[in-house]
């Protein structure tokens, strides 16, 4: 480190930056050898930076504004972008809702269309609520007007009805949606019927009808002649009911004959474990349909099964109270 004694000349210096003169804050440039020495903190301010000397390293720090500017940009641009990014989320959310409640209005006019009536009583109308995941189904019937129509439905007229509506729209969503509904009657807002199925598990209903029809009033012959002409089905094998009859001992008896023109080959191609589960469930459903619409108490129920030809394939006793074949 030394010392040396210079010439300094000043001469008025002045500094522009794009054309307009710097306010030098009492700092005058000067010239040592023909080179001008600028004030640095004034330069670098007018040049939008900003000066710092550190003592403890002897260091002139210099941060360029133009730097510092371009982060904020870069913050703000991060920042739009994430928000940007959140925008389409919602909007592909809004959009998924849309599609979804265009599907769902496109199904309800196609369910009024083809399950306009249960039995005899008119569908005034059928409403969704929910998505492929889970869907809430309201069923509407005027009984001011059809109350008689509703009373002579039986339970398995209501099921079978309410079975094939759920598989449609299982069909049209997804078999795994969760369809939850009611049957309402919109002259007071009575829930008549409540059904549940949870993707392919078995459909749940619940009565709460007895207002309407009396709680099982049938009598027993009118419950066994309306069994005429249903039909079931072991393994793929569909039967009809020929004949039913319920004697004054508790029994049952049901002529079932087969459907099907090939009848015999198919049923002796099925397990005995097949057909015994099948015709389990026949029996219970029978069973059901005279306890719940005639109040009746069977304890068998005897079944047979006739083929193509009027032959009898096999026939069964199901005890009702135990719940299994004899």
Known sequence: MGAKQVKIDYNNFKITVDGQPVNLLGKEPFAINGT????????????????????????????????????????????????????????????????????????ERDLIDDYDEIGDVPVDDITLDGDEDEVDVEVEVDLYRYEDEWNDLRDRDIENWLEDLVEYIQDELSEDTEVNGEIINIDNGDVLVDFYKDGDD???????????????????????????????????????????????????????????????????????????NDVEDICVDIAETFENDANADPELVKIYFYDENSDLLARYDYDVAYGSLD
Not at 76 to 88: D, F, R, V
Not at 208 to 236: F, H, K, M
Not at 256 to 265: G, N, R, T
Request: net charge negative.
């Open 36 to 107: 001008i020495y600028l004030p640095l903190r004034v330069v670098g301010e007018a040049l939008n930076s900003s000066v710092n000397w550190q003592n403890e390293t002897k260091t002139v720090s210099i941060t360029s504004g133009s730097t510092a500017e371009v982060n904020s940009l870069r913050l703000q641009l991060t920042s739009k972008e994430q928000e940007i990014e959140n925008l389409k989320k919602q909007v592909a959310v809004l959009q998924k809702q849309l599609a979804e409640g265009e599907d769902l209005s496109n199904l």
């Open 202 to 276: 078995d459909l749940e209903v619940d009565y709460e009808d007895d207002d309407y029809r009396g709680g099982g009033s049938g009598s027993i012959t009118d419950v066994a002649q309306g069994l005429s002409g249903e039909s079931y089905y072991v393994g793929d094998i569909e039967f009809a009911v020929e004949n039913a009859s319920y004697n004054i001992i508790d029994i049952i008896t049901v002529y079932m004959d087969a459907e099907d023109d090939d009848a015999y080959d198919l049923w002796d191609e099925l397990s005995t474990g097949e057909i015994e």
